[in-house]
């Protein structure tokens, strides 16, 4: 089966073509390197180092010829320094256009994309579903949701099959560690690492969902080959994480026993982003394997020589 993913090179896009390499899968890589790690691309795979944002449509005509399935996690990311906001619409809205119109040309099987929480631009206590009306906070999130309904605009017109998977807090190993927004789990791990203390935002109350990232890109599979399309599922666990109780599970991993660092409050401060999986798992069959503590070893494995 020929496979095409964009964003192949950053932290879920590498699970992912790993997975499908292994099942035998002819994949392409489409990535211009801005924050993917390129040379940690399985050598079975045919990259094409280029930026979505300047594919015409006979670019994409050509590399979706013969083409069987499309996963398009490219996009320029939420709080990534130097990102001006009419380059993230023309990555995530624009370049999503075009490969949209170009799939439905080549009659792919399915394209499968990665919206985000952000989505939805709540910030709880309720956890979210996919009924809730979306109010993107910022323009990331809107970006995402733009994607979503171009994507439906598509199908509706030309029968492209799709499935939108709104991704949660992701983590696990290949995380990324260098450039642009480190996440809380990459940065206490590393201070843990240095013998610093973990810092908090806070009173640390703030909750998120956590999925480790070999559950999510066995969501993203389901999502590609299930018989259901033009679907919007979470994929989350559903279960809230407090930063508080994160980080003293991600000591217990580490063995180190430092008291917190507290830093003022941010944004996040009273926050509680979560969301509902069971339409997921309804539709599609799935639900997290990985239990926290399970992930969070994992993780810090990978991070600590």
């Known amino acids: 089966m020929q496979t095409l993913v964009t964003g192949g090179a950053g932290f879920i896009g590498r699970r992912l073509v790993r997975y499908l390499t292994d099942m035998g899968h002819e994949v392409v890589v489409v990535d211009a390197g801005f924050t993917g790690r390129l040379a940690e691309l399985p050598s079975s795979c045919t990259l094409v180092e280029r930026d979505i ?49 170009a799939a439905a040309r080549a009659r792919v099987q399915r394209v499968v994309f990665t919206s985000s ?3 939805y631009g709540a910030l709880g206590p309720e956890v ?33 099959a799709w499935n939108c998977a709104r991704l949660f807090f992701i983590y696990g190993p290949g995380q990324h560690a260098d450039g642009g927004y480190k996440s809380v789990i990459v940065t206490n791990f590393e201070r843990m690492a240095a013998g610093l203390a973990p810092t908090i935002c806070g009173d640390g109350e703030q909750s998120l969902d956590y999925v480790f990232v070999d559950d999510a890109v066995e969501a993203l599979w389901r999502l590609a080959c299930a018989e259901a399309t033009g679907q919007i599922v979470n994929v989350a666990s559903g279960v809230p994480r407090t930063i508080n109780a994160l980080t003293t599970t991600m000591q217990e991993v580490a063995g180190t026993g430092l008291d917190f660092e507290e830093l003022p409050a941010d944004w996040t401060a009273g926050t509680a982003r979560v969301g509902d999986p069971s339409r997921c798992h309804d539709i599609f069959g799935w639900a997290v394997t990985t239990n926290l503590p399970t992930g969070l070893a994992k993780t810090w494995e990978s991070l600590v020589p």
């Open 128 to 160: 979210m579903t996919e009924s809730d009306v979306p109010l993107p906070r910022t323009l990331y999130g809107a970006s995402k949701l733009m994607g979503e309904h171009v994507l439906r605009t598509v199908g509706l017109e030309h029968g492209l």
């Open 53 to 101: 944002a300047d594919l015409s449509d006979s670019d994409w005509d050509g590399l979706l010829d013969g083409c069987d399935l499309v996963f398009h996690l490219a996009a320029r990311k939420y709080r990534t320094p130097g990102v001006s906001a009419e380059q993230l619409l023309a990555t995530n809205v624009n370049a999503t256009w075009r490969l949209a119109g």
């Open 117 to 119: 929480l952000y989505a």
